[in-house]
């Protein structure tokens, strides 16, 4: 492999560790008190008009999704992690504009996700064709 594609394959590990990072720090922060029913997340819960029996569900539900996205391997998984967060985001940035919170303050977990999200598909597409590449050095001449 020449050292243009291993920087690439670098810079791709890079950024999709520390956007993947900062989402699963996110998600994971925000899981915590819901599955405990913080009385702050209960709050923000009636006032965003769900109701607080949706706290703890949705608690497992992103610390689940933080971990398939963690664990290496299980790209299915994975998928479905990445979609399920997204519409726990989309949900939460839908209610907090219709209840009359600013749309400016959800951009930054959109792009987050989405750079996440690239960099994973990126990774993955890098690391199949570094495979591919190590199987066809491998290949047993043949003898005439």
């Known amino acids: 492999?020449?050292?243009s594609k291993e920087f690439s394959m670098r810079k791709v590990k890079i950024g999709y560790w520390i956007f993947t990072g900062l989402l699963a720090t996110l998600m994971l922060m925000s899981s915590?008190?819901?599955i405990l029913s913080a009385p702050s997340d209960i709050v923000v819960f009636n006032h965003l008009g769900s109701s607080a029996y949706l706290v703890p569900f949705i608690g497992v539900a992103k610390l689940l999704g933080v971990i398939a996205i963690l664990v290496p391997?299980?790209?299915r998984i994975k998928e479905w992690a990445y979609a399920s967060l997204v519409i726990?985001?989309?949900g939460v940035f839908y209610s907090s504009v219709v209840v009359g919170y600013p749309a400016s303050g959800w951009i930054i977990f959109f792009i987050g996700y989405c750079c996440s999200y690239v960099f994973y598909h990126r990774r993955r597409k890098e690391v199949s064709l570094s495979h591919a590449k190590y199987l066809?050095?491998?290949?047993?001449p043949t003898s005439n």
């Open 1 to 3: 492999m020449n050292k």
């Open 32 to 34: 915590i008190p819901n």
């Open 73 to 75: 391997g299980f790209p």
């Open 88 to 90: 726990d985001l989309t």
């Open 136 to 140: 066809n050095n491998r290949a047993v």
